[in-house]
């Protein structure tokens, strides 16, 4: 029952006891008064006072990792009873000074720090909004709401996936031959490499040098022979142009953000991101990494590519598209990496849901795109 519901069973008790001058209504309806009053100035003393923010975190999370909810709840004049709600929590908290489960805040203590760990699946800018305390009597028949402060905004990173290396053709229900150890960085750029020829791969080998095609063709490492000082470069484009859904434009981002790490380690990449305007550069180090993780999870659909055909002249090209296919004149040892690869074809490597397809010299893909499963 709650507080109007109090007051109007205490008014009908008197008014029936004073109309049918029945005196034993007016013991229930003072009572019930009495108590729908004090319910009230419970209340209302507990939000006196009382208060909640939430407390700085970290200002980037990776999808899918626990980001840190750090609470703030000060206590007002009563022992406050109710809950904290935040829309960050799939449930409000209980806040009592006595309940175990929830968040104590008893009569000794002026405030009390609740931490939980929350996920965002998705990348991008989020913002937090400020939680609320909703407080009220012990028989909780009235109840007021403290808004809280400390709203702020968290960047959430696209996640980093494994590269699988994978000889089955697109569209098979397997996922490849599995993860290699620093397979990723063994996609490492072919163009602008004198190649002597092929040989099976031996151990210790730089993983730079595994030739993808030919892993993809008959199941086994085999290793590019690589003339003397022969040194490679990588660019990784990501393609968001195209009106692609946007489960898809969330996996090419994942695809373009593992590739570049993978690329990196193993000799330093370059990315360029459609509406960008500007290429930039990741070292072994990974210097360069974080301020490329931070554009890719605000990547929107759209933009311009101007200019990156170009840039993939003489480096092996990882074109990382959203929907449709790979250019014209990208070079020998460049790959269409893409969540809705070719019927038919088969993939060089899998990451983040999408394939790597070899693509000829000179020549986009020959097939038409099928929709992604």
């Given at each position: 029952m709650g507080l109007r519901a109090t007051i109007a069973l205490?008014?009908?008790?008197?008014?029936?006891?004073?109309?049918?001058?029945?005196?034993?209504l007016y013991v229930p309806g003072v009572a019930l008064a009495v108590l729908a009053g004090g319910a009230a100035t419970w209340?209302?003393?507990?939000?006196?006072?009382?208060?909640?923010?939430?407390?700085?975190?970290p200002g980037t999370v990776v999808e899918g990792e626990p980001y840190p909810l750090r609470i703030r709840i000060h206590r007002g004049w009563m022992p406050p009873?109710?809950?904290?709600?935040?829309?960050?929590?799939?449930?409000?908290?209980?806040?009592?000074?006595?309940?175990?489960?929830?968040?104590?805040?008893?009569?000794?203590?002026?405030?009390?720090?609740?931490?939980?760990?929350?996920?965002?699946?998705?990348?991008?800018?989020?913002?937090?909004?400020?939680?609320?305390?909703?407080?009220?009597?012990?028989?909780?028949?009235?109840?007021?709401?403290?808004?809280?402060?400390?709203?702020?905004?968290?960047?959430?990173?696209?996640?980093?996936?494994?590269?699988?290396?994978g000889s089955h053709r697109s569209g098979d229900d397997g996922a490849g031959e599995g993860p290699w150890e620093g397979a990723?960085?063994?996609?490492?750029?072919?163009?602008?490499?004198?190649?002597?020829?092929?040989?099976?791969?031996?151990?210790?080998?730089?993983?730079?040098?595994?030739?993808?095609?030919?892993?993809?063709?008959?199941?086994?490492?085999?290793?590019?022979?690589?003339a003397s000082g022969a040194v490679g470069s990588a660019l990784v484009v990501l393609d968001a142009r195209t009106g692609a859904p946007e489960e898809a434009l969330d996996r090419a981002v994942r695809a373009a953000a593992s590739l570049c790490v993978h690329?990196?380690?193993?000799?330093?990449?370059?990315?360029?991101?459609?509406?960008?305007?500007?290429?930039?550069?990741?070292?072994?180090e990974l210097r360069g990494w974080e301020h490329a993780h931070a554009m890719?999870?605000?990547?929107?659909?759209?933009?311009?590519?101007?200019?990156?055909?170009r840039a993939a002249e003489g480096s092996a090209t990882f074109w990382v598209a959203a929907g449709g296919g790979a250019p014209r004149g990208l070079p020998a040892g460049s790959y269409l990496v893409t969540a809705s690869p070719p019927a038919g074809d088969r993939?060089?490597?899998?990451?983040?849901?999408?394939?790597?397809?070899?693509?000829?010299?000179g020549r986009p893909s020959a097939r038409r795109t099928r929709a992604a499963a």
């Open positions: 205490a008014a009908a008790l008197l008014v029936t006891g004073g109309a049918f001058d029945l005196a034993s209340a209302w003393l507990a939000t006196r006072g009382a208060g909640v923010e939430r407390l700085p975190g009873r109710g809950s904290l709600v935040d829309p960050l929590l799939d449930r409000p908290l209980p806040v009592s000074p006595l309940r175990r489960d929830g968040v104590r805040v008893g009569m000794s203590r002026s405030r009390a720090t609740v931490v939980e760990e929350v996920r965002f699946e998705r990348r991008g800018r989020h913002r937090l909004e400020p939680p609320a305390l909703v407080l009220g009597d012990p028989l909780g028949l009235s109840s007021g709401r403290v808004e809280g402060a400390g709203g702020g905004e968290v960047l959430v990173l696209p996640r980093i996936e494994p590269v699988l290396a990723g960085a063994g996609l490492a750029a072919t163009a602008g490499v004198e190649i002597d020829g092929l040989r099976p791969y031996r151990r210790g080998s730089p993983a730079s040098r595994i030739h993808w095609p030919a892993v993809a063709r008959h199941g086994e490492l085999i290793e590019r022979r690589l690329l990196a380690r193993s000799g330093g990449c370059t990315l360029v991101v459609s509406g960008s305007g500007r290429a930039l550069r990741i070292d072994p890719l999870a605000l990547v929107e659909p759209g933009g311009s590519l101007r200019g990156a055909a993939a060089a490597f899998t990451v983040a849901g999408c394939h790597g397809l070899p693509v000829r010299a």
